[in-house]
């Protein structure tokens, strides 16, 4: 007779709450930082499972909408060289406006106060953005009295360059430190799982801008675009003016700042580890050890003086 061969179940018997014992033994084993990162409890958040975009779609189109105001300033800053250049200004005088796109070439300056100094109960994002959009749309409304006799629109005179580019240089500077505070916003607005979305509604939402402030604009501005394409009879001036044009995007910028401050709230829990910096010195130390490299510092130098020929 053939020996009897018996096979042994190599299946083990699940305990009750052994899965929970060992995810609790890791937990304990694990440093803190790690401890967050592995093993998430299936009853809580189930493993690749991601939160999908449309559970966050509010924020992200409020993303996107406010890297579209902030492609606006950039746009009318592109679009003064070109009305200059119809009044016939020097190119030299062109090239010395080009000093206005600066604050967002060195805005990493005053980027860590931005993001150190804040208000805790009002948020550490929203302390910066609403003032600065406010100021924004102020600025605008004013700047749009203002930009016709800037221009020499009223009396006739050649325009005013070295006061144009005084007033753009601000407006743009303002602009710069709303990037600040969305671009730090736009980090722990969404979830882990859909921050990358912040990078796509930058790019789209400042080309936007962008366009609205310059192409747009210009269009709108060109007395023989509108009455070759949207006139029916002619007209001496465009649809649009640079005025108008600044008194709008102003009222804009403040409807929409007052309701992000009242119905917009910061997720204060989410990433608290990641939301704590050193101090305003250290970072500084940090930052300029940084510029001082050879290839940063080439590099910057390139991005302050790419606009001078233009």
């Known amino acids: 007779m053939s020996p009897t061969i018996s096979y042994k179940d190599s299946s083990r018997q699940r305990r009750p709450g052994s899965y929970q014992n060992s995810v609790d033994m890791l937990k304990r084993e694990l440093p803190g930082d790690d401890r967050e990162a592995l093993l998430q409890e299936p009853s809580v958040t189930p493993l690749g499972t991601p939160r999908g975009y449309r559970a966050e779609l509010g924020s992200i189109l409020l993303l996107l909408f406010l890297y579209v105001l902030q492609g606006i300033p950039l746009g009318l800053a592109g679009s003064i060289p070109l009305i200059l250049q119809s009044k016939n200004v020097s190119y030299t005088d062109q090239a010395f406006f080009s000093f206005v796109f600066w604050p967002f070439s060195l805005k990493l300056l005053w980027a860590p106060l931005v993001d150190a100094v804040y208000f805790k109960n009002f948020g550490r994002r929203k302390s910066w953005l609403v003032p600065t959009q406010y100021t924004l749309g102020l600025f605008m409304m004013y700047l749009s009295r203002q930009v016709d006799s800037l221009l020499g629109e009223e009396d006739g005179k050649s325009p005013d360059v070295v006061a144009l ?88 910028f403040l409807i929409t700042t007052t309701l992000v401050a009242l119905l917009k709230k910061e997720d204060r829990e989410r990433h608290p580890s990641k939301e704590e910096t050193k101090g305003i010195m250290d ?21 302050l003086t790419a606009k001078v020929s233009t």
């Open 165 to 252: 580019t005084v007033t753009f240089f601000l407006f743009e500077f303002l602009a710069a430190t709303q990037d600040i505070a969305v671009d730090g916003w736009a980090l722990t607005m969404l979830s882990r799982e859909n921050v990358g979305y912040a990078s796509t509604c930058n790019s789209v939402g400042q080309t936007a801008g962008y366009f609205l402030g310059n192409v747009l604009f210009l269009a709108l501005e060109s007395a023989s675009f509108c009455n070759k394409y949207l006139r029916f009879q002619p007209q001496p001036r465009g649809i649009v003016t640079l005025s108008d044009f600044l008194f709008y995007w102003g009222a804009v």
């Open 283 to 303: 970072t500084y130390k940090l930052l300029f050890s940084i510029v001082k490299m050879p290839a940063v510092l080439t590099f910057c130098a390139l991005i």
